[in-house]
């Protein structure tokens, strides 16, 4: 049992790291906090059903094209939203990703409807027993998934040219432009990898639960909670602070109170940050008195 909550716990806790990341590149990149990210969420979610009802593809091309194609709307989200606004005071670029955010719910509604949509699990309902374990292959379909994406993110990263480029902007986008880096194209890229992993997170997770206009809320909701709980702007706080989330969630769900699990995920964010108020990677900051 407790095996079985902890890959639960761990694979709710992996969506809540990819939406999680792409929240904390884009703010780092543009000083600005993306309200918008949940929403890739669910655009990805609806995308994968539109896919299969319109192609029967199987899952991983499904995956495919819903990376693809919101890696193109991350392109045209960032010339909406934030180009154009890019020398305005960050609150602005905020308020602008509101507005994004609160325009994509409403369209999806009037695309897809009020009722949820279901999306048909790749292992088509099959569950993985190993011994007294009973686990769900799509659980872990989420763990090996966000495992490989951040693998490829550490290498892209740390290993490519164009990878340091774009983490010494997210990291100090005017020491960026005085080393001569194009950061107009970078911040572009760094909006279109948000997306996409925003999306990625909604096509794991559509399978487990229905798509509806509402799911990217509280999933972005619950992934900006990880991310300051693990020290806001830090990657490494990310991964950490929404894996603890998920399994909060995942454990108080089972325990204590299904009704309440999002009360006592948030719960959790209070009490961390009353002990740790700059979060659990948070850098130290001295006061003079």
């Given at each position: ?68 194609g919101m890696a193109i709307f991350g392109l ?214």
């Open positions: 049992m407790i095996i079985q909550l902890i890959a639960n716990g761990l694979a709710m806790g992996c969506i809540y790291t990819l939406v999680a990341l792409g929240t904390i590149l884009i703010y780092n990149a543009t000083s600005a906090i993306n309200f918008a990210q949940g929403e890739f969420v669910m655009l990805g979610a609806f995308l994968a059903i539109a896919f299969l009802g319109a192609w029967k593809l199987p899952f991983v091309s499904i995956l495919l094209l819903v990376m693809l045209i989200f960032e010339r909406i939203a934030y180009y154009p606004l890019r020398k305005a005071d960050p609150m602005t670029v905020i308020i602008s990703t509101l507005g994004v955010s609160i325009f994509l719910k409403n369209a999806a509604l009037i695309k897809w409807g009020a009722q949820p949509l279901f999306f048909g699990e790749p292992f088509k309902g099959k569950i993985l027993k190993l011994g007294f374990v009973t686990l769900n292959p799509q659980h872990l379909l989420i763990i090996a998934v966000t495992v490989v994406l951040l693998i490829f993110l550490y290498i892209f990263f740390e290993k490519t040219s164009t990878g340091r480029v774009v983490l010494a902007t997210s990291q100090d986008t005017e020491a960026a432009k005085l080393m001569g880096i194009k950061t107009s194209f970078v911040v572009m890229t760094i909006f279109m990898i948000g997306s996409v992993l925003g999306a990625v997170a909604g096509v794991l997770i559509a399978p487990v639960f229905f798509a509806n206009t509402e799911m990217g809320y509280m999933v972005g909701m619950k992934a900006f909670a990880g991310a300051i709980i693990g020290g806001f702007g830090k990657i490494e706080g990310a991964i950490v602070g929404c894996l603890f989330i998920g399994l909060v969630e995942i454990f108080t769900a089972t325990y204590i109170s299904s009704v309440y699990k999002d009360a006592f995920s948030f719960l959790a964010l209070i009490i961390i940050l009353m002990l740790l108020p700059k979060g659990i990677f948070g850098e130290k900051v001295s006061e003079k008195v």
